[in-house]
């Protein structure tokens, strides 16, 4: 489908460069609308810009008075206002976040700290034994418990009323590093990525004039991923639309009713459940045939100029809170089927492309000029071109390089263009398709990153194994094997899986009879279709 408006122009919206800016001018223009909100002990909690500019402020302070500057400082914890509260915080206090993702074991976590040469870690009390256990191994240096916030904001506001401290200067270079964002290799080793509050602020501000949004957004993404950060944080303050956080997965049904959101960011496996929950609902009241001959109905009804979906699925809408009428997609590749299938009911997915070395957004489709199965037009800050069939982007919101790992840096940073590893294509009317992967990462539908060399390592490590590929089949992590003792193979990668995360677990193992074959410097071809040997899934 094309748009109707394909010249129609894009918004206009201020060109903040950093966070104090923002959260200044929102303090100012609108200090009473409300900016955050959440459950705490089954009640809503609102927090107004004035109020989040004065914590931000006041833990800034608190931070300084610690002697932190110039420091890196880990974020760990669920999603929470605390959580951003710390991020904002830490940054305009002139320190480095270094978000990291909870599902990780405490041995990764270790890793990454290490890699990051990180000081501090800000924590939430769900991971108080992780945190304490860094402490004591002396991985940090200071530990700080997100529950402790109310406590540390009372003695930054003490400090400033005490100083007469002149808050909202900028003490930043708005341009130097503000956070590292680690993000899985094809080599198995993370790469930091680092990322300026210029960069974050202009792939913010642009993305802003691509997409129009109104009203209040669901935040369910973790918070440790640069989409989320940026599309469920900096663009809903720049645009003025409340952020409803959702603490976890299990509480996202809740949060739709509770917070009726009319809009939200996700990654195509939530889209996914959502069309799979409206069918699946369907069949079990029995209403499947008549739910498709409404479709039909209402499918005529628009090609005739009347749009009457809100009142036709209204029922099927209050499932989700009853005001969701946007969805943008990222993270991963999404199928046009589900697309399609909530545009069906009155619920538009645009389709986005952005990666963590990009602040992430490179391109994203527009409220009204789309086109099917691309990613959207490039955000005007962000230079888009294909070089050997490589997408290729160049701008401010690129990031600085990898932290501490300049070989990575120069082979994916040419003459300022980044090279994403996507393989894809521009048309005419300068929409964005990809068509594949150069790399070997892994992307599952969840926005999960897994490089298959990491997992290969651990299975080389099992008895009995003598060559491993890994990859991804039909949405599973399938491990292909050629070794001796099938049962102790098993048995080896049961017990790995226990050591990792639900998503880099291994799914299905597939054993071979005969060894993989090699290219002439011995080393196994990876993907190909003509392999022999497979005995068969397991």
Partial sequence: MKNKLKNYPLYEHQNFTNFRQLIIEKSKSSPDCTAFQYMNHGEIESVTYKHFYQDVNALETFLSSQGLRNRKIALLGENSYEWILSYFAVVVSSNIIVPLDKELSSEEISGLLAHSDAEVLIYSCTYGDIAEAMLRRGLVSKIFNIADFSSFIKDGNEWIHSEDDAVGDDKTNEESVCSIIFTSGTTGKPKGVMLSQKGLMTDAVNSCRNVYFDGASLLTLPLHHTFAFTAGVLIMLIYGCPVCISKSLRTFQADLRTFKPRHMFLVPLFVENLYKTI???????????????????????????????????????????????????????????????????????????????????????????????????????????????????????????????????RQALENGWFRTGDLGHIDQDGFLYITGRRKNLIILSNGENISPEELEDKIQGIAYVNEVIVYAESGNIVAEIFGENEDGIREGIRKMNQELPIYKRIQKIRFRDTEFEKTNTKKIKRFNKEEQGRKGNV
Wanted: hydrophobic share 35%; glycine share 10%; charged share 25%.
């Fill in 279 to 409: 069918w699946k609902t369907a069949r079990e009241q029995g209403k499947e045939k008549q739910l498709k001959r409404i479709i039909r109905f209402s499918n005529l009804t628009r090609k005739c100029g009347l749009d009457l979906r809100r009142k036709l699925f209204h029922s099927i809408l209050e499932q989700f809170g009853g005001d969701l009428e946007l969805v943008v997609s990222g993270g991963a590749p999404i199928t046009q089927k589900y697309m399609d299938g909530l545009s069906d009911i009155g619920i538009q997915v645009l389709n986005g492309y952005g990666i963590t070395e990009c602040s992430p957004v490179i391109a994203v489709n527009r409220n009204r000029y789309f086109r099917r199965n691309s990613v959207g037009l490039p955000i005007k800050c962000c230079k888009v071109k294909i070089i050997d069939g490589e997408i290729c982007a160049k701008g401010p919101n690129i990031m600085i390089g990898y932290y501490n790992d300049e070989a990575a840096t």
